[in-house]
């Protein structure tokens, strides 16, 4: 499954660095990495392919520009209770 991102500078989150500073992480990067580590433990019962593609999907929704605003406006923190969700 080829995998690019349609923006270079989507993000997953934001992360803090050690001097206070705010490091973007790619979206893309991280939707591959999940994937990978997915992939990895679903071995012992051969289903690596289902997980890969579980862990490619399971933030795909963040790529909606206004959940990119959302993200950057509130620094990558976001809480599931105060926005709606269950």
Do not use: C
């Not at 992360?15 to 994937?35: F, I, Y």
């Amino acid at each position: 499954m080829n995998f690019e991102p349609r923006t270079r500078n989507t993000i997953a989150h934001l992360r803090p660095e050690s001097d206070e500073e705010l490091q973007e992480h790619s979206l893309h990067e991280h939707l591959l990495k999940v994937s990978e580590r997915a992939a990895s433990f679903a071995v012992e019962f051969g289903n690596e392919d289902w997980a890969a593609a579980a862990g490619k999907l399971h933030d795909l929704g963040k790529y909606n520009p206004l959940w990119q605003e959302y993200l950057r406006r509130n620094n990558g923190d976001y809480s599931e209770e105060e926005n709606g969700q269950d």
